[in-house]
């Protein structure tokens, strides 16, 4: 039973887009966890698809803003444990505790 949520940036934070996690450390995660993408790249969904991910959320496209993107993946994929959001920028987590309440504590 997955009782946690973790949210991914992409750019910065991927492997193959400036980051390090890569498709084995996400298969890792997906074992105790749910997993989706929150971006504001256009191909957000693609990526998460290619990565096996059943969530996506392109801000600016699905939702106005990253916060927003995070809190429709609360509503989505209600968990017992914590939530964890993992990008690169300070910005992404002022936005995200700002208005989705989660962040990177």
């Known amino acids: 039973?997955?009782?946690?949520a973790i949210a991914l940036d992409i750019d910065g934070t991927l492997e193959g887009?400036?980051?390090?996690?890569?498709?084995k450390s996400i298969e890792l995660m997906l074992r105790h966890a749910h997993v989706g993408i929150?971006?504001?790249?256009s191909d957000c969904e693609k990526?998460?698809?290619?990565?096996?991910?059943g969530y996506a959320c392109c801000a600016g496209r699905d939702k106005?803003?990253?916060?927003?993107?995070?809190?429709?993946?609360a509503l989505k994929c209600?968990?017992?444990?914590?939530?964890?959001?993992i990008?690169?920028?300070p910005s992404d987590f002022e936005e995200a505790n700002g208005q989705a309440g989660i962040g990177s504590t």
Do not use: H, W
């Open 38 to 41: 929150v971006s504001a790249r």
């Open 78 to 85: 209600p968990v017992t444990a914590g939530r964890i959001y």
């Open 47 to 53: 990526i998460a698809q290619d990565l096996g991910l």
């Open 87 to 89: 990008a690169d920028l």
């Open 1 to 4: 039973m997955r009782v946690s």
């Open 64 to 73: 106005p803003s990253k916060a927003e993107c995070l809190a429709d993946y």
């Open 17 to 23: 887009f400036g980051g390090i996690i890569n498709r």
